[in-house]
């Protein structure tokens, strides 16, 4: 019902940056939160950026905080993650996702099951 495509990533420098962008199709995911994951070689899927529906609510992964920035254009039908002062430990296979699950969109975690769609990655290399 809803497809997600993720582009933008690529390979940068320690402190450099990158913005990511999902481009969203579908009947009506215009009611759904969108989120950014990332899974890190050897590492488990975390949560990294959520936007609610009207974009007034925001959530970003503690490591995260300062650095990166979710935003959404209802408009072009496109989420993005901008990614500044990029470490290493960034470096991931970045997801776009979609939830319609209203509860998991408001509490002050990210909740994996309750995303019902995704994209199939882009990835993210910062080197030292």
């Known amino acids: 019902q809803v497809e997600l495509v993720e582009s933008g990533g690529g390979s940068v420098q320690n402190g450099g940056s990158l913005r990511l962008s999902c481009a969203v199709s579908?009947?009506?995911?215009?009611?759904?939160?969108m989120a950014w994951f990332r899974r890190a070689p050897g590492k488990d899927l975390r949560g990294v950026a959520r936007i609610s529906p009207e974009g007034d609510s925001t959530l970003y992964f503690e490591s995260v905080k300062g650095r990166f920035t979710i935003s959404q254009d209802k408009d072009k039908n496109t989420v993005y993650l901008q990614m500044n002062s990029l470490k290493p430990e960034d470096t991931a296979m970045y997801y776009c996702a979609a939830s319609a699950h209203q509860h998991y969109c408001s509490v002050n975690w990210f909740y994996t099951d309750s995303y019902n769609y995704w994209g199939q990655g882009t990835q993210v290399t910062v080197s030292s």
């Open positions: 579908g009947n009506d995911y215009s009611t759904y939160c």
